[in-house]
């Protein structure tokens, strides 16, 4: 009986996942990243520390459960949905002129012109240019005097084409949401995890990577239950 064989070639890994620390750009109402030394080596023989923050801080994944009531915690995903495709996409000249930019149809058909059409089971992720501004709070999440927050993201009717059409995994962003800054109701989220797919948010080196090719790997904590769950990103480069 022939066996299959799955093999993954590259030629080097780099980190998608943001550094945690107390200081990075947290969402409104979110509770504070808080590490507490609890043990030192003079004293204690060993160093270990405690440590505190969100299921949607730093870079992290939504799970269905963030969003409907009746939608599967973190802890539900298998570990081959975790391992997967990534095709990038760089609006990152655009994003610069219009913050409010959203992703569209035509943008991936443009894409898909020179790079050919997206495989299913892939992670579209989106370069925005956003994570140059994670040191700057200010900047990262952009607001006006009324409040309201202005990065790019994700496109309703795109997003629809992406799961029907193109069969992908799920989404990806360098920004704190795959929404549209402007975009308080979680439209994009609410319909990618409807059907249990993946979001990503706070993605970092994006520029790193080339339009197909990349394989990632995306380490979460296994929370019961959990909304979403900080998470260690991966890319496996060719």
Known sequence: MKQ???TITYSRIIHLSHIIDIDIPQWPGDPPVEITTVANIPQDGYYLRRFSLGEHSATHINAPKSFHDNGVGIDQYSAESL???GVVMDICDTATVNPD???????VLHWEKEHGKITAGSLVLLH???????????AFFNRDAEGIMHFPGFGYDVTQFLLEERQIAGLGIDTHGVDSGQDNSFTINSLVLAQERIVLENLTNLQQLP???TTLMIGVLRLRDGSG?????????P
């Not at 930019?101 to 943008?107: G, P």
């Not at 925005?128 to 200010?138: F, I, P, Q, R, Y």
């Not at 769950?229 to 480069?237: E, K, N, R, T, Y």
């Open 83 to 85: 391992v997967l495709p």
């Open 128 to 138: 925005t240019g956003w994570e140059d501004k994670w040191l700057n709070k200010t």
């Open 101 to 107: 930019y959203s992703l569209t149809i035509a943008d």
């Open 229 to 237: 769950s900080p998470v260690g990103v991966l890319a496996l480069v």
């Open 4 to 6: 299959n064989q799955n």
């Open 211 to 213: 339009p197909k090719g």
